[in-house]
């Protein structure tokens, strides 16, 4: 169970936003931080503040100890194989992009096909449209179903033996759904592609095992799961990363640099050039330590009830449209809705003005906006410091706002 006083360890819940308690539903952009993970930040700037590997005094030798140590929490979070295979980035953005780059471009030819949905987000969409433009290669789409979910007979049909990578987000930033990766990896080796996975989504809410998955290549980001901005993950195979290229060259990186040629560190140093993000390493290494402290079943659990119950509470509001799947089981914690006649964004603006954060727009996720025939929508997305007092505020916030622009209209 998720401790009664979760939110003692958020400090930044624990203020008035426009004259009232604040109720965060925003976590789908970005997670709030407990004090663990601040004070494991603030700990390396006033005790440890060094650079990593180069050095050979006791600062620096700590500060190597702390980040490497950072990335075994990350191997046994995810399962992989090896520290090998975990590669710091500052996110999901970059490890996606790097995948496309560095894997994509030595192994996909003219007429390949990559194959992603149109539930992705834009991170997930764009890298593939480039490297299809650049190759000359067909990007395919498989088709959703009515509920914004995704079957797997229907990716079995879009991937065939031309297919050299399949792409797809484990868990939706706008529907909240759940996907098959297990199942698509399996079609997908089966005609000779990788599995890429977007667990951006994934990684806070749920235990990831990615030999389990049997995933090629997995990202997801550091501050959707409580560590800072500007640290993430790429999990790769360690036979893909030793035959791909890195794609950022300078210091840390290298073996030995010459006048015209050069050779790269063994992994996973070979795709961290320059000075790593040290401090985000650290706090994201103290970020699992509370998730697994809490226990990530836990907090699956408590979000799948509190999805169900926001469903129950928001269908009693005339006029709501909710997207997504309905079984509350085939969701992660997150509820996007629109109001009739009510832009998102003027929804967000009157929640916040009684202290409700929501986030309004298309969440980077354009061509689903297209799908789902809205230009926009708004979403309160749960964690794990989230209860149903919090889901009652919002439901008499949307009530208020449907109130005031009725009068208005």
């Known amino acids: 169970m998720i401790p009664k006083d979760i939110k003692s360890f958020f400090p930044i819940l624990n203020q008035e936003v426009n004259g009232h308690p604040l109720v965060y539903l925003d976590s789908a952009a970005t997670s709030q931080k407990p004090i663990q993970v601040i004070e494991a930040i603030t700990n390396y700037y006033n005790l440890d503040n060094s650079n990593v590997h180069r050095g050979v005094h006791t600062l620096g030798n700590r500060a190597t100890d702390s980040y490497e140590g950072a ?31 560095g894997y994509g471009r030595q192994n ?15 991170s997930n969409i764009i890298p593939w449209q480039q490297l299809a433009k650049e190759k000359g290669a067909v990007l395919k789409y498989i088709d959703l179903e009515a509920d914004g979910t995704i079957s797997v007979e229907k990716a079995r049909e879009a991937i065939t033996p031309k297919t050299k990578i399949v792409s797809m987000m484990y868990v939706s930033n706008v529907l909240g759904t759940i996907n098959p990766i297990k199942e698509i990896a399996k079609i997908a080796h089966e005609n000779g592609a990788i599995m890429v996975a977007d667990c951006a989504q994934a990684a806070p809410h749920m235990k990831l095992d990615v030999q389990d998955l049997d995933v090629d290549f997995a990202a997801f980001s550091g501050h959707k799961m409580c560590a800072p901005t500007g640290i993430g993950v790429l999990y790769g195979k360690k036979a893909l990363l030793e035959n791909m ?9 290298i073996d030995f640099v ?23 390493a650290i706090a994201l290494g103290a970020a699992i330590d509370f998730l697994e402290e809490i226990g990530l079943d836990n907090i699956a659990a408590h979000e799948h009830k509190l999805a ?41 603006t009157v929640l916040d003005m009684s202290g409700i954060a929501v986030r309004a727009g298309h969440h980077c996720a354009q061509p689903l906006m297209k799908w789902l025939q809205v230009t926009a929508t708004a979403r309160a997305s749960f964690y794990m410091y989230n209860d149903e007092a919090d889901i009652d505020a919002l439901v008499a916030g949307l009530r208020s706002a449907k109130e005031y622009f009725g009068d208005v209209f």
Request: hydrophobic share 40%; charged share 25%.
């Open 71 to 101: 990335r075994e929490k990350v191997r046994k979070f995810i399962n992989a194989a090896s520290t090998q295979e975990v590669i710091f980035m500052r996110g999901t953005t970059t490890a996606l992009n790097t995948v496309a780059a």
């Open 108 to 122: 996909v030819q003219e007429g390949d096909e990559i194959v992603i949905t149109q539930m992705e987000h834009h």
């Open 245 to 253: 290229e890195p794609v950022e060259f300078g210091g840390e990186m």
């Open 258 to 280: 010459g006048l015209y040629e050069s050779t790269w560190k063994e992994l996973p140093w070979k795709f961290e050039g320059g000075t790593p993000i040290i401090a985000g």
């Open 308 to 348: 169900g119950y926001a469903m129950d509470q928001l269908e009693t509001i005339d006029g709501l449209t909710i997207f997504g799947p309905r079984d509350p089981m085939k969701r992660c914690g997150l509820v996007t809705f629109n109001l009739d006649d009510v832009h998102p964004h003027d929804v967000a």
